[in-house]
């Protein structure tokens, strides 16, 4: 539920109107002045239709500078940030040799790993050394190496599950394993705003695809019940499969899953669960294992517990985890584990050191303080941020903080005037987020310290006085008045 | 100014080109927009206001016309072309007919035209081109016309 005021919603569908109205008008007379001008495709189709890429050149290219920004760092808290600049209003832009250091409020460095580590930093460079770069085949073929077996065991340790299977890359992890494990005949209901990967991997199934109202198990149940009744479509038998597809923290929103509802919904009318915890395995619950562990869900009644290494462990690659039946299955028939190449030996063994440190076997405690940091530097930032009047969205202990803009000239105001004040912000609009909902998007990570933290509120208050973003009343500041009176005293 | 808050759940559209329709503020939005174009033309040209209202019938006719009946697909390339055969008034909705969206839509032309015509006070050359503009709106918004093209105007090669 996201509280919008009324009259910003106005001015928002105005202003897109008229950048949606100017660049007809400039398609227009594209269009006429090329119709004057001979074209240069020798006697070939167009590539794409004018119409397909309208949004891309009249409204993201105007404000490209606020995406796509190069780095010449790790991403660590502080990271730096390569200048560019534009000759022609923004439709190409150049970089420079400059390179601002910016305090790094954007990458998904939740625990800290992103950056050199002293544990696993020393084991990378010794498994690079050991098995190089790349294992150069599939996992089929000769791309096992101890490593990915290792690394296996420990994810489905870490996680809970009997079993695990990893893959190179965790976009394809979902978008390889949909079409495997359900085909026509079946039913995926998924969360509206569910992941792109999600969505991708269920078009290609092939199966039949129902969405329901964004974490609201009520509705989940009505979906579930007319689908179960209607049956497949055109010949109303009974469903081959029906998976519900949900994720632990939607990466837009900041929000925790309703899981323990979900869960009982999906038992009551014998559905598959499939639960994505890219943004949510590493940084959430006491011992870093999840969602589950947080919400306190028996990882039993989770049938598929999907997971990505990019966010928390600061390597690459997905994991899929489950029964010993289900497991074997997927090496048999997953195309990403068939036919691509194996997750890089330096990565597996990050995410093998990175596991290790949250659970404390490499013998210091620094995982737990990792933990303690994440949890309290999302809790401080977030309540701050709302009792300076902005609209936050996301739950308590979710490292991921929105923050909403709606209009969209304030998108490159925003970033651009953070940028000036050396804070990296990701802004993010149409068509990862509704059209109306534009957002900044703060990842908060352990390896902030205090400092940092409030000189990221400070930067973000005054540019947020700047443009106009506290649509919430600021709440008055009592502390100073007591500390006047007392004074006067 | 009193600060009204609405409060928007995300609809279960997974159309990106039509889902914006669904949010509070947009009937609104539509009104307004008609209202401050009936001043800016009475502004630009110091003609009458019935004079206005029509000049602002026509221009919705032709805008509305382009925009919902007659360009297909999606300004973006993300869902793959899987709506390039669907004008925009076939794809709100999914496709469903008579639903509020699509009641709302269909009365705006119908008043544009009572209030152009009252205005003009039914003289001639007005009343025959906005009675034109209303007729071939609402016909375009019947259920029955979905997906329909008349002598194949406008379908796919």
């Known amino acids: 539920m996201i509280t919008i005021p009324y009259l910003t919603a106005l001015t928002t569908y105005f202003s897109y109107g008229l950048l949606f109205a100017f660049g007809q008008i400039r398609d227009l007379f594209r269009k006429i002045l090329d119709w004057w001008s001979a074209d240069n495709l020798q006697g070939y189709a167009p590539i794409c239709l004018g119409l397909e890429d309208f949004y891309i050149r009249r409204l993201y290219l105007r404000i490209q500078d606020c995406f796509g920004r190069p780095i010449a760092s790790a991403p660590d808290a502080w990271i730096d940030v390569v200048e560019r600049y534009s000759n022609d209003n923004n439709k190409t832009l150049k970089r420079t040799t400059n390179i601002n250091r910016c305090l790094n409020l954007g990458s998904y460095n939740y625990l800290g790993f992103a950056a050199s580590d002293e544990y696993c930093t020393p084991r990378v460079f010794r498994s690079l050394e050991t098995f190089s770069a790349s294992t150069c085949s599939t996992c089929v073929d000769g791309g096992t190496t101890v490593l990915h077996n290792e690394l296996e065991e420990c994810v489905a340790k870490f996680v809970g599950k009997p079993a695990a299977v990893v893959f190179g890359m965790g976009y394809v992890t979902n978008s390889a394993i949909l079409p495997v494990l359900i085909g026509k005949g079946g039913l995926i209901i998924s969360d509206s705003l569910n992941h792109n990967s999600i969505v991708n991997g269920a078009r290609g199934s092939g199966a039949t695809i129902r969405v329901f109202l964004h974490n609201t198990p009520s509705h989940l149940e009505e979906v579930l019940r007319e689908q179960i009744a209607e049956g497949q479509p055109r010949t109303h038998r009974p469903w081959k499969k029906i998976i519900v597809v949900v994720e632990g923290i939607y990466s837009m929103e900041g929000e925790l899953c309703k899981l323990p509802e979900i869960i009982a919904v999906c038992k009551k009318y014998k559905a598959y669960t499939y639960l994505d915890e890219a943004h949510s395995i590493g940084a959430v619950g006491k011992t870093g294992r999840g969602v589950c562990e947080l919400l306190g869900v028996d990882t039993a009644d989770v049938d598929i517990m999907m997971g990505t290494f990019t966010k928390s462990f600061g390597s690459c690659g997905g994991y899929i985890a489950g029964s010993k039946e289900l497991i074997q299955y997927l090496k048999y028939t997953c195309p990403a584990h068939l036919y691509a190449t194996s997750i890089s030996p330096p990565a597996a063994q990050q995410i093998i050191s990175a596991i290790k440190v949250i659970l404390g076997e490499d013998g210091s405690s620094r995982g737990a303080q990792k933990l303690a940091r994440i949890r309290e530097n999302s809790n401080f930032f977030r309540s701050e941020l709302q009792k300076m009047g902005f609209e936050v969205l996301g739950d308590n202990d979710s490292p991921i903080m929105p923050i909403m803009l709606y209009n969209p000239a304030k998108i490159p105001a925003f970033s651009r005037e953070c940028l000036k004040q050396n804070v990296a912000i990701v802004t993010v609009a149409f068509p990862a987020t509704p059209l109306l909902l534009a957002r900044a998007r703060i990842c908060i990570s352990a390896a902030h310290t205090k400092e940092d933290l409030i000189k990221a509120l400070e930067v973000i208050s005054q540019v947020g006085d700047l443009v106009g973003i506290k649509y919430f009343p600021a709440e008055p500041k009592k502390q100073q008045e007591e500390d006047g009176r007392l004074k006067l005293d | ?157």
């Open chain 2, 1 to 157: 100014m009193s600060k009204l808050y609405v409060h928007a759940a995300p609809p279960t559209d997974l159309n990106k080109n039509t889902e914006w329709f669904m949010y509070p503020g947009v009937w609104t939005t539509y009104i307004l927009i008609l209202f401050f174009s009936w001043l800016l033309v009475l502004s630009l040209f110091g003609c009458t206001p019935g004079m206005a209202w029509t000049i602002v019938n026509l221009c919705h006719f032709a805008v509305t016309y382009h925009f919902f009946h007659w360009k297909k697909g999606t300004p973006f390339a993300e869902d793959q072309g899987i709506y390039n055969r669907l004008t925009w008034w076939e794809q709100i909705d999914n496709g469903k007919q008579l639903t509020r969206n699509r009641k709302f839509l269909t009365v705006v032309p119908v008043v544009l035209y009572l209030i152009a015509s009252h205005t003009t006070d039914y003289q001639h050359p007005m009343l025959a081109l906005n009675t034109l503009a209303v007729f071939i709106l609402v016909v375009a918004k019947f259920p029955n016309m979905h997906k329909v093209r008349i002598f194949g105007i406008n379908a796919d090669h």
